[in-house]
Structures are given as C-alpha cells and as structure tokens.
C-alpha cells in the first residue's frame, strides 16, 4: 500500500539513508491528510523574483508536517458544517477545537464517540479514524475534559527497496489530550489542553541498518472564548468568538537522528452567530479561519532551500520550534500574497427544529498552492432524550481528492446531567 511505496521509492537527492527514509515516512502522513508539495518544473521568474509554473501561475507549496491526523475534524456535526468548530455552541468534541467552550456548556457531563472510515473510495476497510471525548463540569466556573484520538493505517505489507518482503505490521497513531477550562468573567473564558502523541508507522523494519521507532510528542493548546447577547427583536440571539492555539510542542522523528519534524501547530479564528427564533426554531452561522504554524518550504531549487547540503536537511526542517512557529507568519518565499494564501476559511450553517432535529451544510476551502482541498458538505443530527446521532457527508468541489470523498461518517453523543438540549447555545453565565 501507500507506505510500502515510499520505501521503495529512489532518494534522487542523494543524502544520506537516516535522513531519506524521515522524509519517506513524513510523506506518508502527507499523503494521508491529502497535503502534498509539487514543485517540478517551476521557474524563478527574474523580474518579479518569484518561483512560478509552467503555465505561468504560482507554484504548489503545500506546508508540510508530521502527524497530520491531528487537524483532522474529528466529529460529524463540524464535519457537516464544513469543518466550523472554534465558536459553534460547546459539546464534547469541543476538546479538538476550542476546550475553553466546555464551561458554557448546558449539560454537567457529555461524551461523544465518532468513527470516520478513510479512502473508502479504495475500497479499504481497515483504515479508519476513531475520537473519544468527554468533559465534566466542576461547577459553574470551571471544566475538565479528556480525548482519545486513533488513526489505524490498515495492515500494510512491508518491502525492502528490491521488493522483497519484509513482513506485515499494522501502523497507527493516538493522541491522549487532558484539558482544562475556567471561566475569568460571565462573558469570557479561557483553556489550556495537554497532549501526548504516538506514531507508529513501521516501527521494527530497519533499512541499511537504520531501525525505524515510533514517534512520540507531546503539545499544548491554548483557547479562549467570548459570548454575549445581541439585540434582535423577539429573538434570542448570542454571537460567540473563540481563538485557538493548537498543536505546539515538540518536533518528532522516526529513526534516532537528531533532525525531526514539525507537527502541526495551528492558529484558528471562529465566529458563530446562533439565533433562537422561539422556543422550536434555532439558527446557527459560523465562520473559521486557521493558519499552520510551521515553516513553509522554498523551492528545491532555491539556494536557500539547503545552505549546507553535506547534511541532506532542507533549512526549514532545521529551524526550531518557536522558530518555525513564529517565523511562520512571514516565511513564505513569494512574500504576503503567498502567506494570505495559507489560510483555510470553514463557512457552516445549522437548523435545529425543537432541539430534536437538525440540518447542516458547509464549505471548506483551501488554496489550490496550498494543497487545494476544496469541498462541501451536508449533515443531519437527531436527538432523543440524553442521547443524540450525527451523520455527515463531504462532497469534493475540487480535482484534490480527499480520503473521506464521498463518505459517510457519525458520531453519537450522551448528555449526562443539567440542561437537557441539544448542543446547547452558550449564555452570558
């Protein structure tokens, strides 16, 4: 399958094994969260001083990291509504988007469990992603909450660089998050979320006497969120703002060699607006913008892509974490225009009927350079009592395939104590 591929595939720059075989596994995630770098055949245009396609365009440079099942939308609600989550009304899922939602929560207790099936279009049927959550209020300031996120690659069969077999393993990847949130004022509340991550490609395997291990890190988010009431009439109406860092912590590797790679930090901006017509009738409007926190890559060609190439490193895999992390605002090499293209705007809408049914739609888009994932989806949630059903479905608006193409995927949610609504809309406190 696709790693068996990577190992097989020719090093054409001639660095060293350890490394080459680094770049090959951080591909494989790549390839996983449909992220992929193309820059062949691209030119530097000596009048603008910018690396441009052969059709005269800019060229494709997808931001790279490790781990990429981090910033996969865990649920099936946010998946319905294009991937919102920052600021939409807090339920368990909120640990992978903003934890400081958890104290506006109308429920004291509440645990979701989503299965996403992935590259069903392939026809697999071992390769899915599972995501636990939970959270449980302390009282009316403060809420703790815990997640457990596993990406099962399938059973892939393992071969040398001849073809020749190696055996069979089956690689995965988990991330444990613990989070805390609290309240600093009725309006405004803030989170931080610990994590440890787990990476187990091929763990075993060796090539040229190189062992492959597994992959370990461990990172923190914090959040933050803002509600209050708007005046509408007759309606109720709350506008809410949260912001997220995610995913910063240590850089990760595969093998014992001292250059790793990045994981996925992630700065995300949400705005929701949820209107409350009367007592049956509930709309909700969100809006997220996010930005990878990691160093964009130059153009292989590029002099400055590896000032020292005796070491087979690219530069931007050799900065350090805070680095790369702040270096990232400004390290695009076409400048502004190209940063501005790094980010990805998540447009949702939600219909509650009673509290009991709903609808969602959404679009997701990405710049095509920046790897081009352009895609709308539909959802519907049902909800009886304390428990509660959501189904989603992505719908591709671009010639990048995603793995969830075309496939359906749910989530079920148990509301335990207090309140009694769906998804609840937070209040002033």
């Not at 992603?129 to 939970?134: E, R, W």
């Not at 994932?373 to 049902?382: E, K, P, S």
């Not at 591709?396 to 359906?408: A, E, V």
Request: charged share 20%; net charge negative.
């Amino acid at each position: 399958m696709l790693f068996a591929l990577y190992l097989r595939i020719k090093n054409l720059r001639q660095i060293r094994m350890k490394n080459r075989l680094t770049t090959l596994i951080v591909g494989l995630l790549v390839v996983a969260a449909s992220n992929v770098l193309s820059a062949q055949g691209c030119t530097l245009d000596p009048t603008t001083g910018e690396w441009i396609s052969p059709g005269g365009g800019p060229c494709t440079n997808t931001l790279i990291s490790a781990v990429a099942f981090l910033r996969i939308t865990p649920d099936a609600r946010s998946a319905g509504m294009g991937d919102v989550g920052i600021a939409i009304s807090p339920d368990a899922n909120a640990m992978h988007f903003n934890a400081s939602k958890l104290v506006f929560a109308e429920q004291d207790m509440s645990i979701s469990a989503t299965y996403s099936p992935w590259l069903k279009a392939l026809g697999l049927q071992d390769v899915y992603m599972a995501y636990l959550s939970g959270y449980k209020k302390i009282d009316d300031l403060q809420a703790v909450g815990m997640s457990l996120r596993y990406f099962s690659l399938g059973e892939i069969s393992f071969t040398d660089e001849n073809g020749d077999p190696r055996g069979t393993g089956r690689p995965n990847e988990y991330e444990i998050s613990l989070a805390y949130a609290r309240k600093l004022s009725p309006k405004f509340s803030m989170g931080l979320t610990g994590k440890f991550i787990y990476s187990n490609l091929a763990k075993g395997q060796s090539i040229d006497g190189v062992d492959i291990v597994a992959g370990t890190s461990g990172a923190v988010d914090i959040s933050m969120t803002y509600v209050t009431q708007a005046d509408l009439g007759d309606a109720t109406s709350n506008i809410t703002i949260g912001a997220a860092i995610t995913n910063i912590g240590a850089k990760i590797s595969y093998t014992e060699d001292k250059f790793k790679d990045f994981i996925p930090g992630n700065l995300g901006i949400g705005v929701a607006w949820d209107i409350d017509f009367d007592e049956h009738n509930r709309l909700t409007l969100g809006l997220d913008i996010n930005k990878l926190l990691v160093p964009t890559p130059k153009h292989p060609e590029d002099p400055e892509y590896d000032i020292d190439p005796q070491d087979g490193i690219a530069d931007h895999r050799q900065k350090s974490l805070f680095s790369g992390v702040f270096g990232s605002f400004s390290d695009a090499p076409n400048g502004f225009p190209e940063e501005m293209n790094e980010l990805m705007f998540s447009i949702g809408l939600e219909y509650w009927y009673d509290k009991q049914f709903s609808v969602r739609t959404g679009y997701y888009y990405e710049h095509p350079t920046k790897g081009n994932r352009q895609f709308v989806t539909a959802g519907i949630g049902l909800k009886y009592n304390i428990f509660g059903l959501n189904l989603s479905y992505l719908i591709p608006t671009s010639n990048q395939r995603s793995p969830l193409d075309n496939t359906l995927r749910f989530s079920i949610i148990f509301d335990i104590g207090g309140g009694g609504g769906a998804d609840a809309v937070p209040t002033d406190g």
